[in-house]
């Protein structure tokens, strides 16, 4: 089993790889709070290694199901937040989406609707939108589906 490395800051993960982030993403099947702590500070950190999209994708599905504490909510919707505002964001980035939106959903929408009409970029106004199709307060539809 391959060790994650790194200082606690969120630069040490620019060098793990993919089997590493496996085991990792392992142990929030468990539930375990190291695991959930450690899955939180890779889901944040701006790295662009192999495989490091799609190990922030299934470690986003699998915290769904998840205890998050209030601090690590706030952390992670503002910092997918901020990637959606910013038009940083890689492959799979609806998976951080909908984990932002089960976390915090008024926060989430607000973003969205402030990117959707705000952002000169257009893919960031696109997934914006998106977003925005997944209001059920506002959507005449069940979204709740896609979620």
């Given at each position: 089993?391959?060790?994650?490395?790194?200082?606690?800051?969120?630069?040490?993960?620019?060098?793990?790889?993919?089997?590493?982030?496996?085991?990792?993403?392992?142990?929030?099947?468990f539930?375990?709070?190291?695991?959930?702590?450690?899955?939180?500070?890779?889901?944040?950190?701006?790295?662009?290694?192999?495989?490091?999209?799609?190990?922030?994708?299934?470690?986003?599905?699998?915290?769904?199901?998840?205890?998050?504490?209030?601090?690590?909510?706030?952390?992670?919707?503002?910092?997918?937040?901020g990637?959606?505002?910013?038009?940083?964001?890689?492959?799979?980035?609806?998976?951080?989406?909908?984990?932002?939106?089960?976390?915090?959903?008024?926060?989430?929408?607000?973003?969205?609707?402030k990117?959707?009409?705000?952002?000169?970029?257009?893919?960031?106004?696109r997934?914006?939108?998106?977003?925005?199709?997944?209001?059920?307060?506002?959507?005449?539809?069940?979204?709740?589906?896609?979620?």
């Amino acid at each position: 089993m391959a060790a994650v490395t790194g200082t606690g800051s969120l630069r040490g993960f620019e060098s793990t790889d993919n089997g590493a982030l496996y085991d990792l993403a392992e142990g929030l099947v468990f539930k375990d709070v190291d695991a959930i702590a450690r899955s939180i500070e890779f889901i944040r950190a701006e790295t662009r290694g192999n495989w490091h999209g799609r190990a922030r994708a299934m470690m986003c599905r699998m915290l769904k199901h998840c205890v998050v504490n209030p601090e690590q909510r706030e952390q992670l919707v503002t910092c997918i937040t901020g990637r959606l505002g910013a038009g940083n964001f890689s492959e799979q980035f609806y998976d951080q989406l909908r984990l932002a939106i089960r976390l915090d959903h008024q926060t989430t929408f607000a973003a969205a609707r402030k990117f959707s009409s705000e952002s000169p970029k257009d893919y960031v106004r696109r997934f914006s939108s998106w977003v925005l199709k997944h209001d059920k307060v506002n959507s005449s539809s069940d979204s709740s589906r896609l979620i």
